[in-house]
C-alpha cells in the first residue's frame, strides 16, 4: 500500500492522491515515469520514500502520514503489525495499573500477566514490530504502557481502530461494532468492568480453583478483544476501497482475519506460567 500512497508528500492531500490514482498514477514508479525526468533530477521524497521502504523503516512514513492514515502501514507490513490490548485494575489512565497485556504479531497469540510473569517476550516482540493496531489506544492503552515501558521502544506507527471505523461509518466501542457486523465471540464477557472483577477475584478469592478459572476468563476476554480487531480491520479495509481511499484495483497481501490465533492454554510457548495463583 505504501508504494501507492502519496499523502506523505508536503503538499498532496488525499483529494490529490485520488486524482493521481485516476490519471493512471498507481505507484511513485507510474507517476515518476510520466514526468519523463532523469535519475539526477529525481525528487527527494521519491528517493527518500524507496529508501525507507526498502530498509522497512515504517517510522519513515509514520512521522509523514496523518495519525488517521497509519492503517496503510499496518497493510504494507502484515507480518511485522502488533495487534494490542490491556486489561487494567480501572478506567482512568492515571490511577489504572496493568493486569494483563494481550498481543498477536503475525498470528500467535500471547499473554503477559503483570506481576508474575517476565516481560521479556513483550519487549523482544516490540522490536520486531512496525506498527500497533489498537481500539482506543492512542487513549487509554499507550498511555498507560508509556508509564511501565520506555516509550522509544514503541514504534511510531499506530492505527487505532476506533478512529478508522469512523471513517467509514462504524462508531461506538469495539463490542457494539462487533455486534453491527456480526462478529461472534466465544465468552460471554462483555466489558471492562467485568474484566477488573475478574482480576479482583484471581487475587483475592479464598477458592483455588475460582482464581485459576478467573485468570483463565481474563485471559480468553483479553484474546476475543485482540481476535475482534482482526476482523474490524478487515472490513475496515473493505470500506476504504468503497470509499476511494484505497485504489480499487489493490489488494491486500494478507487478511488479518487469516492470521487467526487458538487459545491453546497448554502451549508453554504463549503461556509459559500455570494458572497457578499469585503469591
Request: glycine content about 8%.
Amino acid at each position: 500500500m505504501l508504494r501507492r500512497t502519496f499523502c506523505h508528500i508536503k503538499g498532496v492531500s488525499q483529494a490529490k492522491e485520488q486524482k493521481f490514482w485516476q490519471q493512471g498514477h498507481a505507484t511513485w514508479d507510474d507517476y515518476m515515469a510520466s514526468l519523463n525526468i532523469t535519475q539526477d533530477s529525481l525528487p527527494e521524497w521519491y528517493v527518500g520514500s524507496r529508501k525507507a521502504l526498502r530498509r522497512g523503516d515504517a517510522d519513515y512514513f509514520a512521522r509523514l502520514l496523518p495519525g488517521k492514515e497509519h492503517w496503510r502501514l499496518a497493510l504494507s507490513f502484515p507480518m511485522e503489525t502488533m495487534f494490542l490490548d490491556i486489561e487494567t485494575t480501572g478506567y482512568g489512565t492515571s490511577s489504572s495499573d496493568i493486569t494483563v497485556i494481550g498481543w498477536s504479531l503475525g498470528g500467535p497469540y500471547k499473554v503477559l500477566v503483570c506481576g508474575r510473569d517476565d516481560p521479556e517476550d513483550f519487549l523482544d516482540d516490540l522490536t520486531k514490530t512496525r506498527v500497533l493496531v489498537t481500539f482506543n489506544g492512542r487513549a487509554f492503552d499507550c498511555p498507560i504502557l508509556y508509564r511501565c515501558f520506555d516509550r522509544s521502544l514503541f514504534p511510531q506507527g499506530h492505527a487505532d481502530l476506533r478512529f478508522i471505523g469512523r471513517q467509514v461509518g462504524l462508531s461506538g466501542g469495539q463490542k457494539s461494532i462487533e455486534e453491527e457486523l456480526k462478529i461472534r465471540r466465544q465468552t460471554e464477557i462483555r466489558d471492562g468492568l467485568e474484566a477488573i472483577y475478574l482480576w479482583e477475584k484471581y487475587r483475592f478469592s479464598s477458592n483455588l480453583q475460582a482464581r485459576k478459572k478467573a485468570l483463565r476468563d481474563l485471559i480468553v476476554y483479553n484474546h476475543e478483544d485482540v481476535e475482534g480487531m482482526k476482523s474490524i480491520f478487515d472490513v475496515c479495509t473493505e470500506k476504504l476501497k468503497e470509499k476511494g481511499s484505497i485504489p480499487e484495483e489493490y489488494e491486500p497481501e494478507t487478511s488479518f482475519k487469516a492470521l487467526k490465533s487458538g487459545l491453546d492454554f497448554s502451549n508453554p510457548r504463549n503461556f509459559p506460567f500455570s494458572l497457578e495463583p499469585l503469591d
